[in-house]
T-cell receptor, first 116, second 116 residues
C-alpha cells in the first residue's frame, strides 16, 4: 500500500515551453502533497506544500508564477513548470501524506526534467 | 531553527560489515524522526520512524535506529550490510513550526558504497 506515482518519469522540453508533472496517490487519499527539487548528489529541497482545495504554500525563493501547483483532488496534484529554462533542469519529486498520518510522507519515483 | 546534520557525506563499507550512519538534529520539543533511503533510479523509501515510546526503532531491510535525546542523535544501524544497501540515506525531522503543513526538514544525505 501507500503508492505514489509520477508522470512522466522523464521529459525533455525546449526552452520557453511549459511542462506539467502529475503526482497521484494510488491507494490512499492525501490531503497534503509536497513538491521537492533535487540536484545531483544533493538533498531534497522543498519547493511547496499543497493542500487539497487550497492554494499551495511556497518556500522562500521559489517563484510561484513559474512553478504552478494545483491540488484539485485528494489523489492528484500537478506541478507545471512554465516558460522552462535550462536552469530548471532537475529531478522533481512529489510526496503525499495520507489523511490519517501526522507526519509520514510517501514519495513518488521522481521526474527528470531536461530543458534544452 | 530546526536543523538536521548528517556528518558523513560518503561512507564505504565491505559487504557483511556493520554500518552506522550518523544523524544529529536541533529541535525544541520531542522530535519526530525519520530515515529514508534513495536507491539509484528509485524513489525515496521510508526505512523507519520515531514518534515516541521505545527509543530503539526497528525498520525494514534489517535496519534499526536509536533515538538518544541526550545526544540529539538518531543514528541508523545495520549489523551486516548487503551490496544492495548501496544508496543515498537521508535523515529527516518533523518541523514543529510548520503548523498544519507539518513539513520535514532534511539532512544533506549520506552516500553509502558497499565493497564486495
Amino acid at each position: 500500500g501507500a503508492v505514489v506515482s509520477q508522470h512522466p518519469s522523464w521529459v525533455i522540453c525546449k526552452s520557453g515551453t511549459s511542462v506539467k508533472i502529475e503526482c497521484r496517490s494510488l491507494d490512499f487519499q492525501a490531503t497534503t502533497m509536497f513538491w521537492y527539487r533535487q540536484f545531483p548528489k544533493q538533498s531534497l529541497m522543498l519547493m511547496a506544500t499543497s493542500n487539497e482545495g487550497s492554494k499551495a504554500t511556497y518556500e522562500q525563493g521559489v517563484e510561484k508564477d513559474k512553478f504552478l501547483i494545483n491540488h484539485a483532488s485528494l489523489t492528484l496534484s500537478t506541478l507545471t513548470v512554465t516558460s522552462a529554462h535550462p536552469e530548471d533542469s532537475s529531478f522533481y519529486i512529489c510526496s503525499a501524506r495520507p489523511v490519517a498520518a501526522y507526519l509520514g510522507q510517501y514519495f513518488g519515483p521522481g521526474t527528470r526534467l531536461t530543458v534544452t | 531553527a530546526q536543523s538536521v546534520t548528517q556528518p558523513d557525506i560518503h561512507i564505504t563499507v565491505s559487504e557483511g560489515a556493520s554500518l552506522e550512519l550518523r544523524c544529529n538534529y536541533s529541535y525544541g520539543a520531542t522530535p519526530y524522526l525519520f530515515w529514508y533511503v534513495q536507491s539509484p533510479g528509485q524513489g525515496l523509501q521510508l526505512l523507519l520512524k520515531y514518534f515516541s515510546g521505545d527509543t530503539l526503532v526497528q525498520g525494514i531491510k534489517g535496519f534499526e535506529a536509536e533515538f538518544k535525546r541526550s545526544q540529539s542523535s538518531f543514528n541508523l544501524r545495520k549489523p551486516s550490510v548487503h551490496w544492495s544497501d548501496a544508496a543515498e540515506y537521508f535523515c529527516a525531522v518533523g518541523d514543529e513550526n510548520a503548523g498544519n503543513n507539518r513539513k520535514l526538514i532534511w539532512g544533506l544525505g549520506t552516500s553509502l558504497a558497499v565493497n564486495p
